[in-house]
């Protein structure tokens, strides 16, 4: 599976875009997570790896940003350990290793969709990328 | 239980000295005394190593500047725009760590100026004075590093609770606290403290622990000078009062840190040293996560007595997750449980190497003191002494008779209720004319669902901080069953604080 952040303007949030996808494509699309406010919405996906081209350009053509990226970066300079972000997060992204050293399995973080670790660090280390 | 001494400070100082002690981690202990029994173990171990690194807001640092020429008595003073107090006679200053920036507020603050200073960074220095015959300066601004300061020292008054509260949140919204970020309807929860790790929960009864004892701090050595205030010791919530050279600290034990929409704080790094003086305290120090507990307290409640939810052990906390009214609730720890087996770990080895000696304190920590409440001079108000009859309707009803309701009672608010009486929305006389003015005739078109509410029980205080935070007028007030029992406005809460 590969996953998507799709960024919908406010021009297109009232148009039933992701359904249209779907039919047209005919393929399943897993929605993630999805956030909309009055500046437009953001809508993680997954998608088949072998449907991945077709299906992000058919959101292109229809005016959705498509981007394929990390979606949060964790600065281990200012990172120490502490856990405080660890239950905040839904999908379990953050955990303890052996050392309790604390990680981050960035492939499965929502980024900003979700965004509920971020100013929950006390020392800021963790940063949505835009 | 006073058991026999096995062996004194000096004789444990001479071992170090010879590189002879036999010292372990408070981790460590727990599996030898678990393996061999107390008895062996307390005649093989000399010290035992503990470490902590939390949060602790009460901390600052004492620093002195030196004389300008000509000379200044500082009235006010910022540093890195963060207001430092004046405590002293002229150039002391006390940079207290949750002082909050004036310019980069909640996210910069005097925990970060101690930060820097440890670093070794440049921080700017600006000044006030009333000037006087003596002192005739009343400007001043300069740059400076630890290394111009005569004296920079950690000065905490109270540090390393003993064991702390567990935090969840039963509101149906966020919360941001002292304990982080606790999300609504008991979605997470937070905890402090490294457990079996901690330095008092190994000496709970502060055998080894007082005025003078010779502990980590920061990176380097530093004192314990008393205990720390709102030290409680009857309920296993002893606190220290610290003191240690920040010249010599280092970055990696001292954060400044940032809680949103609560302030900034000081994470301090401490460990002690504590001594197997007896068979007693061989026992005390292999204390594991099983056997410490504390209580999980709904922060959603902001009274000084919140209610407690449950009783939780360290090992269930360090597990990740907690049970709460049946429902599996992930836990983080806000204090770092890496950063504390590194201080354990690093202790160990500065009294490995005979770079530490062990001291006895002068006075042990105080056993029998009590933490009184706060005096207030007159009770805190309630929302029950303001709360009036709320004006209701119900859902089905038209726009206009919810309209005439607000003209012949001249009020702002109609809360919207069901059959029951239970809350289910509510309108504004600006709602009304809104819907006249677009020519709406159905109530439910116009209602708002999203009701922020108050209980008679809660302090006017906090009722009027929801009102100031969601910009809204006034507060529907539900009893247990989410029936409205009356209302309260903005108008009552200024009325009630003119009187
Ligand atoms: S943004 Fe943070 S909390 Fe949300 S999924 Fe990613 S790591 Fe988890
Ligand atoms: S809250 Fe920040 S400092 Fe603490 S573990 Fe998470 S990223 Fe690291």
Redesign the pocket.
């Known amino acids: 599976m590969v996953k998507v952040l799709l960024k919908f303007s406010d021009k297109v949030t009232d148009q039933p875009i992701t359904s249209q996808v779907i039919k047209e494509k005919g393929v399943t699309i897993n929605i993630l997570?999805a956030h909309v406010d009055q500046q437009g919405g953001e809508m993680l996906i997954e998608i088949p790896e072998d449907e991945a081209e077709g299906v992000i350009e058919a959101f292109r053509s229809k005016g959705v940003k498509v981007e394929l990226r990390r979606?949060?970066e964790v600065n281990k300079e200012k990172c120490f350990d502490c856990g405080g972000?660890i239950s905040?997060?839904?999908?379990?992204?953050?955990t303890y290793d052996a050392e309790y050293s604390v990680v981050?399995d960035?492939e499965?973080?929502?980024?900003?969709?979700?965004?509920?670790?971020?100013d929950?660090c006390p020392v800021r280390a963790?940063e949505?990328i835009t | 239980m006073p058991t026999s001494e096995l062996r004194t400070i000096d004789e444990i100082n001479e071992k170090i000295r010879k590189g002879e002690a036999v010292v372990v981690t408070a981790e460590e202990m727990i599996k030898i005394v678990e393996s061999r029994g107390i008895k062996v173990a307390a005649k093989e171990i000399d010290v035992v190593t503990t470490g902590t690194l939390g949060a602790m807001c009460s901390s600052g640092a004492i620093i002195n500047l030196g004389h300008s020429d000509p000379p200044i008595k500082i009235n006010k003073a910022w540093i890195n725009d963060v207001e430092v107090s004046h405590p002293g006679a002229a150039v002391d200053l006390y940079i207290g760590a949750t002082q909050m920036s004036e310019t980069k507020p909640f996210e910069y603050g005097g925990g970060h100026v101690i930060e820097d200073l440890i670093k070794g960074e440049e921080v700017e220095l600006r000044a006030t004075a009333y000037g006087t015959d003596c002192y005739p300066r009343t400007r001043l601004e300069t740059l400076l590093t630890k290394n111009d300061l005569n004296q920079f020292y950690l000065l905490n008054f109270r540090n390393c609770y003993q064991r702390y509260e567990c935090a969840t949140n039963s509101r149906d919204e966020v919360i941001y606290t002292y304990m982080g970020k606790l999300l609504p309807h008991f979605g997470n929860a937070t905890f402090s403290g490294a457990g079996e790790l901690s330095p008092l929960t190994n000496d709970p009864n502060y055998e080894t622990i007082g005025i003078g004892t010779r502990i980590f701090l920061g990176g380097s050595q530093g004192y314990v000078i008393g205990e720390g205030t709102q030290h409680n010791p009857r309920n296993q919530f002893g606190t220290i009062m610290v003191r240690g050279d920040g010249k010599k600290m280092s970055p990696e034990f001292i954060h400044g840190a940032s809680f949103t929409n609560y302030g900034t704080t000081l994470y301090v790094g401490i460990g002690f040293p504590i001594p197997i003086l007896n068979e007693g305290l061989a026992k005390k120090t292999s204390i594991c996560d099983d056997d410490i507990f504390t209580e999980v307290v709904d922060y959603g409640v902001p009274r000084r007595d919140r209610p407690t939810l449950r009783k939780v052990s360290y090992k269930e906390l360090k597990s990740g997750k907690i049970d709460i009214n049946n429902k599996e609730v992930k836990v983080s720890s806000l204090s770092s449980l890496k950063g504390a087996k590194k201080i354990a770990k690093t202790l160990k080895s500065w009294i490995d190497d005979s770079k530490f000696f062990l001291t006895a304190p002068i006075e042990r920590l105080p056993t029998d003191t009590v933490f009184k409440p706060m005096k207030l001079l007159s009770a805190m108000p309630f929302v029950e002494s303001i709360i009036h009859p709320a004006m209701t309707c119900k859902e089905d009803e038209k726009v206009k008779s919810v309209a005439e309701k607000i003209i012949h009672h001249s009020i702002n608010h109609v809360v919207v209720v069901n059959d029951e009486g239970k809350l289910k929305g509510i309108v504004t006389s600006w709602d009304i004319t809104k819907a006249v003015a677009e020519g709406k005739k159905d109530l439910t078109d116009i209602i708002t669902r999203r009701v922020f509410v108050t209980t008679p029980d809660e302090p006017v205080e906090v009722a009027s901080r929801k009102l100031a935070q969601h910009n809204i007028s006034a507060l529907p007030v539900v009893n247990q069953e989410k029936k409205v029992v009356g209302i309260i406005t903005a108008e009552d809460i200024s009325k009630l604080f003119k009187r």
């Open positions: 997570s979606l949060i972000c905040l997060c839904p999908v379990n992204v953050i981050f960035e499965k973080c929502l980024g900003s969709t979700c965004a509920l670790c971020i929950a963790i949505l």
